[in-house]
């Protein structure tokens, strides 16, 4: 965040902030637009394709005043009215798939209504990722802690499942990630899409521009949240073009056009620095570009594909040169 809002500053003096509109085509799980807004920009607008996304945005972002009651909370852990079993429930233990199914008919059998449902949506997808170890609901094991068949797990992400599925799901905790949640929302005016960013973006108008698609040849996030996506009911979407080999950046770029200034991001996976800044200078004027050491979990990457990481950050603009 640092690197991301010191480089906007660079072109656009903090002073100005409170004037300009800053975008965010790619919500994600909102860190980016949740610190524009409190940084005091005019008005964030962000978007993503995904209902997960779009549901926290409406709760953390676009919403500046409700909060999670702990009494709406508790309300979680009533007598769940009948309905179906979430597939996610099938992939954790005791006591947090019964956790799951109960909340998840709570979810959609009408306990809960408008930002306060998006609210109590936003903290069981919170709760139920940090259920698997790293967040990620996709793990090929979890289902085997599910049927009990222990032995086929590493010590460390059985002790993940069996700990986290007891701590996280006690009333206690659940008050206190709801805690976490509220200090979340700030003041600020702010506007929240769930749309394809080539259909949002024509229809946007700001000054700034942050673009985060997923990286090139990396997981799908269709595929690694699609028990949550199921969790929520969303209509599965397919894969995303920006997680292939070949990334429409040459489209994005162009569909930003009309807005001054842009920060990218990305992986170094499929261009590196060079091929990605040469990338974005075809459209605009680069300003300045960082390349950033980035290491991601030993379990995750091996220690060649970890020395060779970057997370890129180019910072561009129109109206110059390029
Ligand atoms: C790298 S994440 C964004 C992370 C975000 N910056 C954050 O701070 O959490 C990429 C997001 O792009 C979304 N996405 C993928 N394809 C999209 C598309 N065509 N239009 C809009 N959003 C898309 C995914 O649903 C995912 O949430």
Known sequence: LPAIFGLVETVCPYADWSDIRFADGFLGAGSVSLA??????????????????AMLGRALVA?????????????????????DTPLIAEHLPEPAATFAIDTFRHFHGGTFEDVDRDLIGTLLMGILLRCFPMGLPAA????????????????????????????????RSVMQAADLINMAITPGRATVSQADVFVWLPQIDAEVIYV??????????????????????STPLPSSSFSTATPPL????????????LVMSMGNAVFNEHELTALVARHRHIERVLSIPYRHFGSVATATKNTANRELLVLATKGRNA
């Not at 524009?36 to 996304?53: C, P, T, W, Y």
């Not at 599910?146 to 996280?168: E, I, K, N, Q, V």
């Not at 040459?250 to 200034?261: K, Q, R």
């Open 36 to 53: 524009a807004k409190a940084l005091g920009f005019a008005e964030v607008l962000a978007n993503d394709i995904a209902q997960r996304s």
């Open 140 to 171: 090929s094991d979890a289902t085997h802690v599910a049927a009990g068949d222990y032995d086929r797990l590493t010590g460390s992400r059985l002790a993940h499942y069996l700990r986290t599925a007891m701590r996280l799901t006690t009333p």
């Open 212 to 233: 985060d698609p997923p990286y090139g040849r990396t997981q799908a996030y269709e595929t690694a949240f699609r028990l949550i996506d199921e969790f929520l009911r």
């Open 250 to 261: 040459d489209e994005l770029l162009d569909a930003c056009n009309h807005i001054p200034t």
């Open 63 to 83: 919403n500046s005043t409700h909060r999670i009651t702990h009494l709406n909370a508790l309300r979680l852990f009533e007598q769940a009215p009948a309905g």
